[in-house]
C-alpha cells in the first residue's frame, strides 16, 4: 500500500552535519523523499532539538566528526530516547547511503540515484578545495 504524501510529511529526520556542502543536498534528498528535515550544525544543537522539539522525531543522522561529538550524539541517544534510531557518517559515501535508506523505507522508492547524489558532493567538495587552493596561491 502506497503512502500518501501527508503521512510521509510527518516522519522527521534531524541530520546533523557541519559541511554544508553535504548538509544541504542531503537535507534536500530527504525532503524530496518526504521527510521534514531538521538541521543541525553542531551536536548540541542536534542535542537540543531532539530533546525539546515540539513535534516526534523518527531518525538521526549524524556525522562523526561533527562539532561538540558525533559521538556524543548517538550517546545522548542511547540514554534519553533509545528507540530512537541513529545512522553515524564519517564520510560523504556514508550519509548518502544512509539518505537511501531512510528514503526507501519512507517511500518504498528512492527519487534520486544515490550514485547522483554523492557526485555531486564529491564536486562540490572539490570545487571548494581547488577554489580554496587557488586562493591561497594568489595571496
Known amino acids: ?19 554544508v556542502l553535504i548538509r544541504m543536498p542531503v537535507a534536500k534528498h530527504l ?62 559515501e556514508r550519509v548518502v547511503t544512509a539518505a537511501a535508506k531512510l528514503c526507501s523505507q519512507n517511500s518504498g522508492r528512492v527519487l534520486l540515484d544515490p550514485q547522483l547524489l554523492l557526485r555531486e558532493i564529491r564536486r562540490s567538495l572539490a570545487d571548494r578545495h581547488r577554489t580554496g587552493r587557488d586562493a591561497q596561491r594568489a595571496v
Not at 504524501?5 to 546533523?16: E, F, G, K, N
Request: charged fraction near 20%.
Open 1 to 19: 500500500m502506497m503512502k500518501s504524501r501527508h503521512s510521509q510529511a510527518m516522519h522527521t529526520v534531524v541530520l546533523a552535519e557541519n559541511d
Open 31 to 92: 525532503r524530496n523523499c518526504g521527510y521534514k528535515v531538521v538541521e543541525a550544525v553542531t551536536a548540541h544543537e542536534a542535542i537540543d532539538v531532539l530533546d525539546h522539539a515540539p513535534f516526534p522525531i523518527h531518525a538521526v543522522v549524524s556525522n562523526l566528526e561533527l562539532a561538540g561529538d558525533g559521538f556524543g550524539i548517538a550517546k545522548w541517544v542511547r540514554e534519553h530516547k533509545p528507540e530512537l534510531p541513529v545512522l553515524l557518517t564519517g564520510t560523504p
